[in-house]
């Protein structure tokens, strides 16, 4: 089995990490959670771009019409995630907010996938995936715990 898309997933993780509190650090000298979100999407988008332009990458005529009006949500869902985290790690602690989203995102991931809808595959929710899900839950909890 490959495991590289597992080790990207896990380092990808763990840059959220450092990512939130980048963005923190950002807030707490600029004094604004929404002006240290757009900073973030700003330099985002500026890397984005100069990767885009190294690689080659076009946009196909016409695509952007063929888009589901849901699907440009997701940046929305992005600038509301990185807002918040902004705000709520510093309050939290890293530990503790990370472990709240990734719990959130289990459930979702559950249902997502159980359904196999917005470009997921369908994959039934199992006693096994279910448990796994609650472990993560239970594992949030026990984070929060003194």
């Known amino acids: ?14 840059g959220l990490t450092v990512q939130v509190g980048m963005n923190a ?5 600029i004094g604004s959670p929404v002006i240290a ?9 500026a890397a984005l771009a100069v990767v885009a332009l190294a690689s080659g990458a076009r946009v196909v005529p016409g695509s952007t019409a063929a888009v589901p009006a849901w699907a440009w949500l997701g940046g929305l869902l992005g600038a509301v995630y990185v807002a918040s985290t902004t705000v709520l790690g510093p309050r939290l602690g890293a530990a503790a907010l990370l472990a709240f989203t990734l719990a959130g995102q289990m459930v979702a ?6 359904y196999g809808v917005i470009g997921f595959p369908q994959s039934p ?10 472990l993560v839950i239970a594992g949030a909890l026990l ?4």
Request: no cysteine; hydrophobic share 60%; proline share 4%.
């Open 1 to 14: 089995m490959n495991y590289w898309p597992h080790l990207v997933a896990v380092l990808v993780g763990a």
């Open 25 to 29: 650090t950002v807030r707490a000298v």
């Open 37 to 45: 979100t757009i900073v973030n999407f700003a330099i985002g988008l």
């Open 109 to 114: 991931a559950l249902v997502v996938d159980q």
């Open 125 to 134: 929710v199992t006693p096994a995936r279910l448990f796994g899900a609650v």
């Open 143 to 146: 984070i929060i715990r003194r």
